[in-house]
């Protein structure tokens, strides 16, 4: 499919899912080598937008680890301090451990440095941050995300997990808006 139309908005097809895929098994290799002879890692995956890089990333890394789902809401006010609200929390402990966040898309950064740092302060041993997709123009955080999957102008987009308004998670390339 080519384009696509959700509610009022029209999007072009950008980033198909062979190109996601790949991006995802180079960064599966990384993450092996790291976290080898790593102790006992925690993987938490970023809900809902992380869903099928999350599914996709566990595939390739195929290995007896420990994961869990977390879920957060950011409001971008017209200031740069962003708040974040926390819908669903981790709730496994994470003292002395080596947490992996998966992220769908890492925009301003707001809210994945809200998560790290509340990770840290709960005894975490160390925290990383897998991301499929970076804009690395819209950053507004002393962030650097360790896994990058691909980095993309700032555009907004959707599919293979990403939404608008809800809509449009479920298709398996991804898409930009056209236009605006
Ligand atoms: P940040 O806190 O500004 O980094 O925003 C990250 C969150 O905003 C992501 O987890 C997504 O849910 C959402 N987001 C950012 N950019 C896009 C986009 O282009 N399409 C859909 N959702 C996006
Ligand atoms: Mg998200």
Do not use: H, W
Request: overall charge negative; charged content about 25%.
């Amino acid at each position: 499919m080519g384009r696509i139309c959700l509610k009022d908005k029209e999007f072009e097809l950008f980033i198909p899912e062979q190109q996601i895929r790949e991006a995802i098994a180079e960064m599966a290799l990384e993450i092996r080598k790291d976290i080898e002879g790593c102790g006992n890692p925690l993987f938490v995956s970023i809900l809902n937008g992380a869903f099928m890089f999350t599914a996709e990333l566990m595939r390739q890394l195929d290995g007896p680890y420990e994961m869990t789902f977390a879920r957060y809401s950011s409001y971008r006010g017209t200031s740069t301090t962003g708040k974040v609200n926390e819908i669903m929390p981790v709730t496994v402990d994470v003292r002395g451990r080596l947490v992996i966040l998966l992220e769908d898309i890492v925009d301003t950064g707001t809210t994945m440095q809200y998560v790290m740092e509340k990770l840290k302060s709960q005894g975490a041993a160390d925290v990383k941050l897998a991301t499929m997709l970076f804009k690395p123009d819209a950053m507004r955080c002393d962030l650097v995300p360790d896994y990058i999957g691909l980095r993309i102008p700032t555009d907004f987009i959707v599919g293979y997990g990403l939404d608008y308004d809800e809509l449009g998670r479920t298709y398996k390339d991804i898409y930009k808006l056209v236009g605006e």
